[in-house]
């Protein structure tokens, strides 16, 4: 009875899930629906696009219809998985799908809208299916548009009150005409003569772009005829606009009569040609310059005025030409003037200055030369000043030159020019005529310009120039000679830059010997605990007779070779770092005394050590530089790399905690190379040390003594020469280094028999599977589980079912389970 009870609440619940659910599972489509265009004007034909939006829909839909009242459907574009059928108003589409995951679903067609008289209003109907057959319809409202103008007419051919050719049987005829709305359907031209309007013609125009054409025949026109007309043309909703006038004809053309230039003259691109046209009939003509058949350019002339005018001559290259001028009235009708000869010249003359330099100074008498060329011919070349500088004031003066050719090209070129006639002045102020003075004679005087800021002056001794100077006009010169002892007539001479000079009248002077040597040294760093070479040069005119050179209150050892004197300043590390001097006393053969006191300051020494691995070397054989750098005071340096120079190049390795390596290839010559490490200080001086690397080529030993080598002393090394190179040994040259000594005698112990064993048979390892890499189960599932649920009717079905079932049961009384009967001993038991 209970089994009973359960069953028919089952069924009670599965009912009712089902009554609850039903509603969703065959509700009808409600996607969204949207179509554009939404207006049209009437005869229009467009593209309509209709988008069915079904994201998140009550169910797929698997049919489309939609009837336009109004158009007629003239097209539908087919698309994969669809099928459709279209016919006057209507269209469908069916076997399809849309589902509820799709938005934007895009349908396209073609529609034409009906004529109408007013503007109307179509009530579009789309019918959406789904699955269960349910249907649901949307109406969009597209407006037909009434077009009740008519189209724009402009631009026509022939225009009311203008002129045609006569005899012509192809004239043009056109219009141009504009129907935003609806577009132009169709035009004619109709045409008469205006004396005769009962006897009307027309022709069709052929409407393409917005221009209406055709060609007539007008053969039976002559001129003084009049012809009315009327262009009539037809939109596609039927309406209409025109355009009246009417055109005379014309059969004269008109005569052209040359002026300028004559025959064989020249031109160029600003050449002016000037001519006068007529006509019977035009007010203005268009007017072309023809150069050897070819049209250059073209402007408007006024019908009996004379034409002055400067054509576009720019594509036009020199030489000669034949050139006409051909005039064109408004129906077309043309004449062409004489034909002339012209010279294009379009290159301007050439301006040179030859001498003197532009912006330079001259003096007085100087021609300005000056030549002027063209390729053609020159007309005129015009000065604006003299060429003779003596007719020129002093001072700035610019010179314009002016030249004009045949062809009117004109060329105009300035020249600067600084006219200086007035010689510079001299004012000796020491030394006096007739009197004595050192080998060191100074000189002092006085020098004036009127234009020239500098002077170049030159001293002469016995008229020999002993000095030339650029001297400064705003300063007092003051000139030191050293002069061999003698007697002397001496003088000084001065030049501007106009060339004027100025000579002094000259003076006598007795040279001899009053002072002691000249010492030149200059000493500006000196680093400590490095030996520092110096040298000093010292000169005197009578002879050096004795040098004493002091450091440190002792006096240096030097040497001399001709006027240099060398010595080494030494010092330690007890030296302070400040400013010392270095005494330099020299006498001359006379017993003149001179000393100098050279200062320099005591910087921070370095102490480098540099090493060669190996050295000797064979060529191409790498080489290891390595050293250490420290201060003086066994502090570290404050640069951070060193520089090498190597046999082939120059490089920078760094100083890492006072020691530096660098390795390359040794020379592939022999001979010896010297390396230097240095490091610039930051008063800019150069710390250094150096060392020799010797390049040997290798020494090839041979057995028996049969073959020499040279040794690095000139001596031949060989096996048997009594003694054992580096490169020999006991194997070798057992003569020169002995025989090797007997090897060990090694016992050999008893081979024992191997132990064998019962072979272990190995279980095979098991293949592991390929570690690909895997999604993890249920990751990214969820979200898509869930929203399959929530959005598809039948999943609810399913998951309310079995709530509803998991209810029911809940309820059901379970039976209790009997024990299971122990079969051991069972029958003993009974008895």
Same mark, same amino acid.
């Given at each position: 009875?209970?089994? !009973?009870?359960?069953?028919?609440?089952?069924?009670?619940?599965?009912?009712?899930?089902?009554?609850?659910?039903?509603?969703?599972?065959?509700?009808?489509?409600?996607?969204?629906?949207?179509?554009?265009?939404?207006?049209?004007?009437?005869?229009?034909?467009?593209?309509?696009?209709?988008?069915?939006?079904?994201?998140?829909?009550?169910?797929?839909?698997?049919?489309?219809?939609?009837?336009?009242?109004?158009?007629?459907?003239?097209?539908?574009?087919?698309?994969?998985?669809?099928?459709?059928?279209?016919?006057?108003?209507?269209?469908?589409?069916?076997?399809?799908?849309?589902?509820?995951?799709?938005?934007?679903?895009? =349908?396209? #067609?073609?529609?034409?809208?009906?004529?109408?008289?007013?503007?109307?209003?179509?009530?579009?109907?789309?019918?959406?299916?789904?699955?269960?057959?349910?249907?649901?319809?949307?109406?969009?409202?597209?407006?037909?548009?009434?077009?009740?103008?008519?189209?724009?007419?402009?631009?026509?051919?022939?225009?009311?009150?203008?002129?045609?050719?006569?005899?012509?049987?192809?004239?043009?005829?056109?219009?141009?005409?504009?129907?935003?709305?609806?577009?132009?359907?169709?035009?004619?031209?109709?045409?008469?003569?205006?004396?005769?309007?009962?006897?009307?013609?027309?022709?069709?125009?052929?409407?393409?772009?917005?221009?209406?054409?055709?060609?007539?025949?007008?053969?039976?026109?002559?001129?003084?005829?009049?012809?009315?007309?009327?262009?009539?043309?037809?939109?596609?909703?039927?309406?209409?606009?025109?355009?009246?006038?009417?055109?005379?004809?014309?059969?004269?053309?008109?005569?052209?009569?040359?002026?300028?230039?004559?025959?064989?003259?020249?031109?160029?691109?600003?050449?002016?040609?000037?001519?006068?046209?007529?006509?019977?009939?035009?007010?203005?003509?268009?007017?072309?310059?023809?150069?050897?058949?070819?049209?250059?350019?073209?402007?408007?002339?006024?019908?009996?005025?004379?034409?002055?005018?400067?054509?576009?001559?720019?594509?036009?290259?020199?030489?000669?030409?034949?050139?006409?001028?051909?005039?064109?009235?408004?129906?077309?009708?043309?004449?062409?003037?004489?034909?002339?000869?012209?010279?294009?010249?379009?290159?301007?003359?050439?301006?040179?200055?030859?001498?003197?330099?532009?912006?330079?100074?001259?003096?007085?008498?100087?021609? /300005?030369?000056?030549?002027?060329?063209?390729?053609?011919?020159?007309?005129?070349?015009?000065?604006?000043?003299?060429?003779?500088?003596?007719?020129?004031?002093?001072?700035?003066?610019?010179?314009?030159?002016?030249?004009?050719?045949?062809?009117?090209?004109?060329?105009?070129?300035?020249?600067?020019?600084?006219?200086? !006639?007035?010689?510079?002045?001299?004012?000796?102020?020491?030394?006096?005529?007739?009197?004595?003075?050192?080998?060191?004679?100074?000189?002092?005087?006085?020098? =004036?310009?009127?234009?020239?800021?500098?002077?170049?002056?030159?001293?002469?001794?016995?008229?020999?120039?002993?000095?030339?100077?650029?001297?400064?006009?705003?300063?007092?010169?003051?000139? /030191?000679? /050293?002069?061999?002892?003698?007697?002397?007539?001496?003088?000084?001479?001065?030049?501007?830059?106009?060339?004027?000079?100025?000579?002094? /009248?000259?003076?006598?002077?007795?040279?001899?010997?009053?002072?002691?040597?000249?010492?030149?040294?200059?000493?500006? #760093?000196?680093?400590?605990?490095?030996?520092?070479?110096?040298?000093?040069?010292?000169?005197?005119?009578?002879?050096?007779?004795?040098?004493?050179?002091?450091?440190?209150?002792?006096?240096?050892?030097?040497?001399?070779?001709?006027?240099?004197?060398?010595?080494?300043?030494?010092?330690?590390?007890?030296?302070?770092?400040?400013?010392?001097?270095?005494?330099?006393?020299?006498?001359?053969?006379?017993?003149?005394?001179?000393?100098? #006191?050279?200062?320099?300051?005591?910087?921070?020494?370095?102490?480098?050590?540099?090493?060669?691995?190996?050295?000797?070397?064979?060529?191409?054989?790498?080489?290891?530089?390595?050293?250490?750098?420290?201060?003086?005071?066994?502090?570290?340096?404050?640069?951070?790399?060193?520089?090498?120079?190597?046999?082939?190049?120059?490089?920078?390795?760094?100083?890492?905690?006072?020691?530096?390596?660098?390795?390359?290839?040794?020379?592939?010559?022999?001979?010896?190379?010297?390396?230097?490490?240095?490091?610039?200080?930051?008063?800019? =001086?150069?710390?250094?040390?150096?060392?020799?690397?010797?390049?040997?080529?290798?020494?090839?030993?041979?057995?028996?003594?049969?073959?020499?080598?040279?040794?690095?002393?000139?001596?031949?090394?060989?096996?048997?020469?009594?003694?054992?190179?580096?490169?020999?040994?006991?194997?070798?040259?057992?003569?020169?280094?002995?025989?090797?000594?007997?090897?060990?005698?090694?016992?050999?112990?008893?081979?024992?028999?191997?132990?064998?064993?019962?072979?272990?048979?190995?279980?095979?390892?098991?293949?592991?599977?390929?570690?690909?890499?895997?999604?993890?189960?249920?990751?990214?599932?969820?979200?898509?589980?869930?929203?399959?649920?929530?959005?598809?009717?039948?999943?609810?079905?399913?998951?309310?079912?079995?709530?509803?079932?998991? #209810?029911?049961?809940?309820?059901?009384?379970?039976?209790?389970? !009997?024990?299971?009967?122990?079969?051991?001993?069972?029958?003993?038991?009974?008895?």
């Amino acid at each position: 009875m209970r089994e !009973k009870e359960v069953g028919v609440l089952i069924i009670k619940a599965f009912i009712l899930v089902v009554i609850v659910i039903t509603p969703f599972v065959y509700a009808a489509p409600n996607a969204e629906v949207n179509l554009t265009p939404i207006d049209i004007y009437e005869t229009n034909e467009k593209f309509f696009n209709l988008t069915i939006n079904n994201l998140f829909g009550n169910e797929p839909i698997k049919e489309i219809r939609v009837s336009m009242p109004g158009f007629e459907i003239t097209n539908a574009v087919d698309f994969l998985g669809w099928d459709n059928t279209f016919s006057d108003s209507s269209i469908r589409w069916y076997n399809g799908n849309i589902e509820t995951n799709i938005f934007g679903a895009l =349908f396209l #067609y073609n529609a034409k809208a009906d004529f109408v008289t007013n503007d109307t209003t179509s009530a579009v109907e789309i019918t959406t299916e789904g699955d269960a057959l349910e249907e649901t319809t949307y109406t969009i409202s597209v407006e037909i548009k009434n077009d009740n103008t008519g189209p724009l007419l402009s631009n026509s051919i022939p225009e009311d009150g203008s002129f045609l050719r006569t005899n012509m049987i192809d004239q043009e005829i056109s219009i141009h005409a504009e129907d935003p709305e609806t577009g132009i359907n169709t035009a004619r031209f109709d045409y008469w003569n205006c004396n005769d309007i009962n006897n009307t013609d027309y022709i069709v125009l052929n409407c393409q772009n917005n221009t209406c054409s055709n060609q007539l025949d007008l053969l039976d026109y002559e001129e003084g005829d009049l012809m009315c007309f009327e262009f009539i043309v037809h939109n596609y909703a039927l309406e209409s606009s025109s355009l009246t006038g009417s055109v005379g004809f014309d059969g004269t053309p008109p005569s052209v009569t040359l002026i300028a230039p004559e025959n064989n003259e020249y031109g160029s691109t600003n050449t002016i040609f000037s001519f006068n046209a007529t006509d019977n009939l035009a007010p203005e003509l268009t007017c072309s310059l023809i150069i050897d058949d070819e049209v250059i350019d073209s402007v408007a002339a006024n019908n009996g005025e004379l034409t002055t005018t400067t054509y576009n001559m720019e594509n036009v290259s020199e030489g000669n030409y034949l050139w006409k001028i051909t005039c064109t009235d408004f129906v077309g009708l043309s004449a062409d003037s004489e034909t002339r000869n012209i010279i294009i010249d379009k290159t301007p003359p050439e301006i040179t200055l030859n001498s003197p330099e532009n912006n330079s100074t001259i003096g007085d008498n100087v021609i /300005i030369d000056i030549d002027v060329i063209d390729n053609y011919g020159l007309y005129a070349v015009n000065y604006s000043d003299s060429l003779n500088s003596s007719e020129l004031p002093e001072g700035t003066n610019i010179i314009t030159v002016t030249a004009v050719d045949w062809a009117g090209n004109t060329a105009e070129t300035e020249f600067t020019f600084i006219v200086d !006639k007035t010689p510079p002045e001299i004012a000796i102020i020491t030394p006096p005529d007739n009197t004595s003075s050192d080998v060191h004679v100074n000189l002092v005087f006085d020098i =004036f310009d009127n234009l020239d800021n500098e002077l170049d002056c030159t001293i002469f001794a016995n008229d020999n120039p002993e000095t030339t100077q650029l001297l400064d006009t705003a300063q007092i010169a003051n000139i /030191i000679l /050293i002069l061999p002892m003698d007697n002397y007539e001496w003088y000084i001479q001065c030049q501007d830059n106009a060339q004027n000079s100025v000579t002094t /009248i000259p003076r006598n002077l007795n040279v001899t010997d009053l002072t002691g040597p000249d010492i030149i040294s200059d000493i500006i #760093y000196v680093a400590r605990t490095e030996d520092y070479l110096f040298d000093a040069t010292i000169t005197d005119i009578s002879g050096i007779d004795n040098v004493n050179i002091i450091f440190d209150s002792s006096s240096l050892t030097t040497t001399n070779n001709g006027d240099t004197y060398s010595g080494t300043i030494q010092t330690n590390i007890n030296h302070s770092l400040e400013e010392y001097t270095l005494t330099i006393t020299a006498d001359d053969t006379l017993a003149n005394s001179n000393t100098l #006191y050279d200062r320099f300051t005591l910087i921070q020494g370095y102490i480098i050590n540099l090493q060669l691995t190996p050295s000797p070397a064979e060529p191409g054989q790498q080489i290891i530089v390595s050293g250490t750098a420290v201060l003086d005071d066994n502090g570290q340096v404050p640069e951070d790399s060193i520089t090498l120079e190597l046999p082939d190049q120059t490089v920078d390795t760094s100083i890492d905690n006072g020691t530096f390596e660098y390795t390359f290839d040794a020379p592939d010559q022999e001979g010896e190379y010297t390396i230097t490490a240095t490091i610039i200080s930051s008063e800019g =001086f150069e710390h250094q040390a150096s060392s020799i690397l010797q390049v040997e080529l290798p020494i090839v030993a041979s057995g028996q003594g049969s073959s020499h080598n040279p040794g690095p002393s000139g001596t031949t090394i060989y096996c048997g020469d009594n003694l054992c190179q580096t490169f020999e040994d006991c194997e070798d040259c057992p003569q020169d280094c002995g025989e090797c000594p007997p090897e060990p005698v090694v016992e050999e112990e008893p081979v024992q028999e191997p132990i064998t064993e019962e072979p272990v048979e190995e279980e095979p390892q098991q293949e592991l599977p390929s570690a690909e890499p895997r999604t993890p189960a249920g990751i990214g599932g969820a979200s898509s589980w869930f929203k399959d649920i929530a959005f598809n009717p039948w999943s609810w079905t399913a998951v309310l079912t079995i709530i509803t079932g998991l #209810y029911t049961l809940s309820f059901v009384k379970t039976r209790p389970i !009997k024990p299971k009967l122990n079969w051991d001993n069972y029958f003993e038991k009974r008895r």
